[in-house]
T-cell receptor
Framework: DQQVKQNSPSLSVQEGRISILNCDYT??????FLWYKKYPAEGPTFLIS?????DKNEDGRFTVFLNKSAKHLSLHIVPSQPGDSAVYFC???????????FGTGTSLTVIP | EAQVTQNPRYLITVTGKKLTVTCSQN?????MSWYRQDPGLGLRQIYY???????DKGDVPEGYKVSRKEKRNFPLILESPSPNQTSLYFC????????????FGNGTRLTVT
């Protein structure tokens, strides 16, 4: 049973606009969330994270929002750039562990 | 350069022929893990290791074995591969600090015919 879900397999956005990638989770014990970015023929690379004590974390053009009551998180990329075109995975874990549960990924295409 | 190295990158084999995918990291990480990526299923954890000689099952361990005899190496062993193990495999490592982000290798594309 998929505990972390990304319901949009793909997303296309114009360069300069905002990209919003969504992620839902079912396990209320999760309290740490991460986003990874993956280019073709490479492994995922860590992008940004957030713990459940926060509802927002920002790093440059990337912001992650967490809504614990809705069990939902989102990644905002502003402004989007062609180099952001990649597959984005969200992941979740419990604070006490190193076991991460990944979503199915969203393929983002930023159109120049 | 800090990295996780997997070998081989591509492997085609036949059902039942034992194979090993190697994984090595040069960051002195305590934690190592194997994932498989399949369409529509995302990344699923196969096995993980908290430190040398300490391994545990992830979500999809059936048909796989691992060993952790040295801190830097964490090979994935398929004793009798089957076609349903055709997948893209990733090795990852991190420090033992809770929720330390994973560093991934570049993947091994395995095809079992």
């Amino acid at each position: 049973d998929q505990q972390v879900k990304q319901n949009s397999p793909s997303l296309s956005v114009q360069e300069g606009r905002i990209s919003i990638l969504n992620c839902d989770y079912t396990n209320s014990m999760f309290d740490y969330f991460l986003w990874y970015k993956k280019y073709p023929a490479e492994g995922p690379t860590f992008l940004i994270s957030i713990s459940s004590i926060k509802d927002k974390n920002e790093d440059g053009r990337f912001t992650v929002f967490l809504n614990k009551s809705a069990k939902h998180l989102s990644l905002h990329i502003v402004p989007s750039q062609p180099g952001d075109s990649a597959v984005y995975f969200c992941a979740a874990s419990r604070w006490t562990g190193n076991q991460f549960y990944f979503g199915t990924g969203t393929s983002l295409t930023v159109i120049p | 350069e800090a990295q996780v190295t997997q070998n081989p990158r591509y492997l085609i084999t036949v059902t039942g022929k034992k194979l090993t995918v190697t994984c090595s990291q040069n960051m002195n990480h305590e934690y190592m893990s194997w994932y498989r990526q399949d369409p529509g299923l995302g990344l699923r954890q196969i096995y993980y290791s908290m430190n040398v000689e300490v391994t545990d099952k992830g979500d999809v361990p059936e048909g796989y074995k691992v060993s952790r005899k040295e801190k830097r190496n964490f090979p994935l062993i398929l004793e009798s591969p089957s076609p349903n193990q055709t997948s893209l495999y990733f090795c990852a490592s991190s420090t033992s600090e809770t929720n330390s982000p994973l560093h991934f290798g570049n993947g091994t594309r395995l095809t079992v015919t």
